[in-house]
């Protein structure tokens, strides 16, 4: 199971558009708790939640919000998926580096 804590909070389809439209960058982590690249990828998403201040991360379960998936055209997991002013600004697929996931953050939020 991936971990919620006050960082990362894992969020449904109802309060996603609130979510996202809300806060200048949403960094939204598409997984699936069967996944093991997901559950790998899990502590690099909590740590850079921790570290990078002024910027909502969240999670969504593929299987509860598979029409959210859908929308985004979500195929392979984990998939994150960079929010700016409520638009895709940006995204990476498959388990990357806490670098990698934290320089395509901040080439969105220049």
């Known amino acids: 199971m ?28 598409f997984f699936a708790e069967w996944c093991m690249p997901c559950v790998m990828f899990s502590p690099v998403f909590e740590e850079l939640a921790q570290k990078l201040k002024g910027i909502k991360f969240i999670r969504i379960n593929v299987d509860e919000n598979s029409e959210l998936s859908g929308k985004f055209h979500v195929s392979s997991i984990p998939c994150v998926i960079i929010f700016k002013q409520g638009k895709e600004a940006g995204r990476t697929v498959g388990a990357v580096s806490a670098e990698v996931l934290e320089e395509k953050i901040k080439s969105v939020s220049k």
């Not at 991936?2 to 200048?24: G, P």
């Open 2 to 29: 991936v971990a919620n804590n006050d960082y990362a909070v894992e969020i449904s389809k109802k309060q996603f558009e609130n979510t996202i439209n809300q806060n200048e960058i949403v960094v939204a982590d």
